[in-house]
C-alpha cells in the first residue's frame, strides 16, 4: 500500500487527475475497510487538487455523512435536499457552477462557491455520494466530471 502522493506540479488540471487516479488505486487496494479507503481519497483528492472541501455521504435512512477533508460540515442531508440530496435522487452527477443558485442549496460553509456530487451505485441504487466543493465560482468541469467519474468507478468496486 501507498503511504504518500506524488504530487505532480503539472499546472494542467487532467495532467494532476491522471497522475492521481492511479495512485489511489494503489493506495486503496487490498485495504477492506470503506472508511479507512473513503477517507483516504477524500485526503488525497483535497491534496492534490487543492479543493476546498471533500467528502462522501452514505446513504442510510437518510444521506448520512461520514468522512471528509476539510472545514466541519453536515452531517445529514435527506434524499432531494442540497445538492448531494439532488445528486442521490436524480442518481445523476451535478455540477453547480454558483451554489447560492441553487434552489435549495444547503449553506455548510459560506466559503463554498462551486461544487460538483457524483453518485456510486451497488445494485442500481446510489449508496454515497461524491461530495467536492470549492471556494471559487465556476470551478468544476468536463474534466472533473470524467475524471471524478473514474474515481467513483474504482470505489463502486469497494462497495
Not at 443558485?101 to 455520494?129: M, Q, T, W, Y
Request: charged share 25%; glycine share 6%; hydrophobic share 45%.
Amino acid at each position: 500500500m501507498a503511504e504518500n502522493l506524488i504530487i505532480s506540479t503539472a499546472t494542467d488540471k487532467a495532467a494532476r487527475y491522471e497522475a492521481l487516479i492511479p495512485q489511489i488505486e494503489a493506495l486503496t487496494t487490498g485495504e477492506p475497510d470503506l472508511m479507512a479507503n473513503l477517507a483516504n481519497i477524500a485526503a488525497a483528492l483535497k491534496q492534490t487538487m487543492n479543493f476546498f472541501w471533500v467528502g462522501f455521504y452514505l446513504v442510510k435512512k437518510m444521506n448520512w455523512f461520514r468522512t471528509f477533508s476539510g472545514p466541519i460540515a453536515c452531517t445529514r442531508i435527506t434524499m432531494g435536499k442540497g445538492v448531494c440530496g439532488a445528486s442521490w435522487k436524480e442518481k445523476q452527477v451535478l455540477v453547480v457552477p454558483d451554489v447560492d443558485e441553487f434552489r435549495g442549496h444547503i449553506a455548510c460553509s459560506s466559503d463554498s462557491k462551486s461544487e460538483i456530487v457524483l453518485p456510486a451505485f451497488k445494485n442500481n441504487e446510489v449508496v454515497l455520494v461524491l461530495d467536492v466543493d470549492s471556494d471559487k465560482l465556476n470551478d468544476f468541469d468536463k474534466i472533473d466530471e470524467k475524471h471524478l467519474t473514474q474515481l467513483v468507478g474504482i470505489i463502486e468496486r469497494m462497495l
